[in-house]
C-alpha cells in the first residue's frame, strides 16, 4: 500500500512539472525610453496605444538616448515637436521608423536625435494585401 501511495506521488509530481505552463504574451506597443544610451539611466517603461500620439515625460524631452521599441510587429516615429505641433523644419521632423530592429534603438546619440525627441507615435507594422481584406 505505502509503494502504492509513494508511486503516485512520484508520477503525478512528474506530470506536474511535464505540463506547459501557459506563457502571457506582451501588449503590442510597449516601449523602453531612458536618457542615456543602453538602457541606463532614468528610464520608463509602458505599453503605448497604437495610432495614438505621446508626448515624453518632461524628464525624457530631448534627453531620451534609449528609444527600444519591444519586438512585437509595430513601429514608432519620434518627433521634433510636441503632439499636435506643426513642423517648420525644412529636412523633416521624425527620425524615421523605430522598430525592435532598429540599429540605434539603444543609442540614439548615434543618430543626435537623443536631443531632439519630444513625442512620438506608433503604427502596427502588419501588411494589409487583398487577401487579408476578405477576413
Partial sequence: MFLKAALSTVLIAGLAQASP?????REL???LICNE?????HCE???Y???TCYNLPPALIHNAATFAPDGEAFFCYPYLM?????CTSPEG??????SFNYEHKFNLTATGWN???TSFDCHSNKTTTPETWRR
Fill in 21 to 25: 505552463v501557459p506563457v502571457e504574451r
Fill in 29 to 31: 506597443g510597449g516601449i
Fill in 37 to 41: 544610451p543602453n538602457a541606463q539611466g
Fill in 45 to 47: 517603461y509602458g505599453v
Fill in 49 to 51: 496605444k497604437l495610432e
Fill in 82 to 86: 510636441e503632439c499636435g505641433g506643426i
Fill in 93 to 98: 521632423c521624425t527620425l524615421g521608423a523605430v
Fill in 115 to 117: 536631443k531632439y525627441i
